[in-house]
């Protein structure tokens, strides 16, 4: 029997033909197996994998090697292709399946990154229709100059699995010293030879679940009633948009509201960035507006006014104050996940801690703090 929840900080690996039939690897609690590439391929041993990850009371998910590139119709067909053969060889629905994109055997990422996640944004619609869980999994230096982040953040939430390592070879835990700061990442795939298993090394950002239609609209209900009045933010994002209609919002392409983006709803609590109001709608990206009466907008002085005071809430583990506000400066004492600082003021993306530490200014990184508004 699969497990259907894992913990975020928990370690996992990822599986292809390469790797053995046995998912037994050491505190792995979750695999990631390799079902198809293109629309032709399938791993021979995709089956046994799925097996083995269940009977090891791991939570079991898939991935597709992308042969797409920039093609929306040939991402979509792959999509689909992934998913009829993931049902069939055993990946649970409700689970994950992640569009590989990748350079080489067959993929191209160096097209434009519109066009590039046009094509990973149309597989990941395919994923999510079918009752799977899309994740799109890349590189630090795909996601960051061939994909929108944006954009993927914007449809699906916290759905990045990233690939960064702090050296080739083999790492037996993961550094976060080393983790490069980017929104929306669930999965980080810190090495390429996990405790020296030639396997690739995995952690989860994230609570991972695996979830029946039942269970999801538990989730959403529950989301609902405990709608946050407090967003946490970047400090250079100036205003977010909060979904506070209980239904959703639509998202329009005209400040008129005449024409809809799409028929579908952005879920109650999904946050957006303002960019500005018109004729009493909000935009929220480009050609991209929503009801004022569907949202409510919270301001962040402190991304106007390097001087104003605010709180905020420590989203990385491994996050230290600093004695300086520079990227080389010296960790001064740790700060734990989930906790909030006062901050009086920031240079730049430092954020200056109101209280003092032996009588010096201490500073935290605005790329592992967010404001609370």
Same mark, same amino acid.
């Given at each position: 029997?699969?497990?259907?929840?894992?913990?975020?900080?928990?370690?996992?690996?990822?599986?292809?033909?390469?790797?053995?039939?046995?998912?037994?690897?050491?505190?792995?609690?979750?695999?990631?197996?390799?079902?198809?590439?293109?629309? !032709?391929?399938?791993?021979?041993?995709?089956?046994?994998?799925?097996?083995?990850?269940?009977?090891?009371?791991?939570?079991?998910? /898939?991935?597709?090697?992308?042969?797409?590139?920039? %093609?929306?119709?040939?991402?979509?067909?792959?999509?689909?292709?992934?998913?009829?053969?993931?049902?069939?060889?055993?990946?649970?629905?409700? %689970?994950?399946?992640?569009?590989?994109?990748?350079?080489?055997? /067959?993929?191209?990422?160096?097209?434009?990154?519109?066009?590039?996640?046009?094509? #990973?944004?149309?597989?990941?619609?395919?994923?999510?229709?079918?009752?799977?869980?899309?994740?799109?999994?890349?590189?630090?230096?795909?996601?960051?100059?061939?994909?929108?982040?944006?954009?993927? #953040?914007? @449809?699906?939430?916290?759905?990045?699995?990233?690939?960064?390592?702090?050296?080739? /070879?083999?790492?037996?835990?993961?550094?976060?010293?080393?983790?490069?700061?980017?929104?929306? #990442?669930?999965?980080?795939?810190?090495?390429?030879?996990?405790?020296?298993?030639?396997?690739?090394?995995?952690?989860?950002?994230?609570?991972?679940?695996?979830?029946?239609?039942?269970?999801?609209?538990?989730?959403?209900?529950?989301?609902?009633?405990?709608?946050?009045?407090?967003?946490?933010?970047?400090?250079?994002? !100036?205003?977010?948009?909060?979904?506070? @209609?209980?239904?959703?919002?639509?998202?329009?392409?005209?400040?008129?509201?005449?024409?809809?983006?799409?028929?579908?709803?952005?879920?109650? /609590?999904?946050?957006?960035?303002?960019?500005?109001?018109?004729?009493?709608?909000?935009?929220?990206?480009?050609?991209?507006?929503?009801?004022?009466?569907?949202?409510?907008?919270?301001?962040?002085?402190?991304?106007?006014?390097?001087?104003?005071?605010?709180?905020?809430?420590?989203?990385?583990?491994?996050?230290?104050?600093?004695?300086?506000?520079?990227?080389?400066?010296?960790?001064?004492?740790?700060?734990?996940?989930?906790?909030?600082?006062?901050?009086?003021?920031?240079? !730049?993306?430092?954020?200056?801690?109101?209280?003092?530490?032996?009588?010096?200014?201490?500073?935290?990184?605005?790329?592992?703090?967010?404001?609370?508004?």
């Amino acid at each position: 029997m699969s497990s259907s929840n894992v913990p975020k900080r928990s370690y996992g690996v990822d599986v292809s033909s390469y790797q053995s039939e046995n998912t037994n690897y050491p505190n792995a609690k979750f695999v990631f197996v390799k079902v198809t590439e293109g629309t !032709g391929y399938i791993n021979p041993k995709a089956s046994a994998q799925i097996r083995s990850a269940k009977s090891h009371d791991q939570l079991v998910a /898939g991935y597709f090697y992308a042969n797409h590139s920039s %093609s929306v119709a040939k991402a979509k067909a792959e999509a689909n292709y992934a998913v009829t053969k993931a049902k069939a060889l055993g990946v649970p629905l409700g %689970s994950y399946i992640a569009d590989d994109f990748e350079q080489g055997d /067959g993929n191209y990422v160096y097209e434009s990154a519109s066009a590039n996640t046009d094509a #990973v944004l149309a597989a990941m619609s395919v994923i999510k229709k079918a009752g799977y869980k899309p994740l799109v999994y890349a590189n630090a230096s795909v996601l960051r100059n061939n994909l929108s982040v944006s954009r993927f #953040v914007k @449809n699906f939430g916290t759905c990045l699995w990233m690939a960064s390592y702090k050296i080739s /070879g083999r790492q037996d835990h993961a550094d976060f010293n080393y983790f490069p700061p980017m929104d929306g #990442v669930a999965i980080w795939q810190f090495a390429d030879n996990y405790r020296g298993c030639d396997v690739d090394g995995n952690i989860s950002l994230v609570d991972l679940k695996i979830s029946s239609d039942n269970h999801q609209a538990k989730s959403v209900k529950k989301a609902a009633e405990s709608l946050s009045q407090h967003p946490v933010v970047r400090w250079d994002i !100036g205003a977010v948009a909060v979904v506070s @209609n209980s239904k959703g919002a639509y998202v329009y392409t005209d400040s008129k509201l005449t024409k809809r983006e799409s028929d579908k709803l952005k879920p109650q /609590g999904s946050l957006w960035q303002v960019f500005e109001i018109k004729d009493g709608a909000i935009c929220v990206g480009k050609n991209q507006y929503m009801d004022g009466r569907a949202v409510y907008i919270k301001a962040n002085p402190i991304a106007y006014n390097s001087d104003k005071h605010a709180v905020a809430k420590i989203v990385f583990d491994h996050t230290h104050a600093l004695d300086a506000p520079k990227s080389d400066a010296n960790k001064v004492y740790p700060l734990k996940l989930g906790s909030k600082v006062e901050i009086q003021g920031r240079v !730049g993306r430092f954020l200056r801690i109101k209280e003092e530490y032996h009588g010096k200014t201490v500073y935290v990184t605005g790329n592992r703090a967010y404001i609370v508004l």
